[in-house]
């Protein structure tokens, strides 16, 4: 059993020495910026929707605010003029709007919080960005300079 082992491990071991000398550091982080740059996109799709969300939540609480304060303003006028079924349906519609308005509310908070969350962490995603692309290029400066480096020396070696 030990031979098989050994000769696995030694084309585990040859592969991946295949793969890392294929691999290069700046088409990586090319490929992973490119990766990073699709994520920030969906990201801030995914914070446009909450925030149409939230404005939603927004304006459905107002107009159910609105409509409360509407019914509110019915049932006083039908009460001034002796109507107390009438004054009594919009006191109801009143509390329903009043239940209604506060549900959007909550809802306008949660949305809102979330948003809020969502952008910062969008604003994070950015930074980090940002900060690697510095990086790239820093990174692939110093590539090129190892590459004109190792040129440069195999040259002076083949005239020595």
Request: proline content about 1%; hydrophobic content about 40%.
């Amino acid at each position: 059993m030990g031979i098989f082992k050994r000769l696995r491990d030694v084309t585990v071991a040859s592969v991946n020495e295949v793969i890392d000398s294929l691999e290069d550091p700046v088409t990586m982080l090319n490929q992973y910026m490119r990766d990073m740059e699709a994520e920030i996109g969906r990201v801030e799709v995914a914070v446009a929707r909450q925030v149409a969300m939230e404005k939603k939540f927004l304006q459905q609480y107002k107009e159910a605010l609105a409509m409360a304060e509407k019914r509110d303003r019915q049932a006083n006028l039908a009460i001034s003029e002796g109507e107390d079924d009438l004054a009594r349906r919009a006191l109801l519609e009143k509390k329903q709007y009043s239940a209604r308005a506060e549900e959007y509310q909550k809802l306008y908070q949660t949305a809102s919080a979330a948003a809020q969350q969502m952008r910062e962490k969008l604003a994070e995603l950015k930074d980090e960005f940002y900060k690697m692309r510095a990086k790239k290029y820093e990174l692939t400066t110093r590539a090129q300079v190892a590459r004109t480096q190792k040129h440069l020396n195999q040259v002076i070696t083949g005239l020595g």
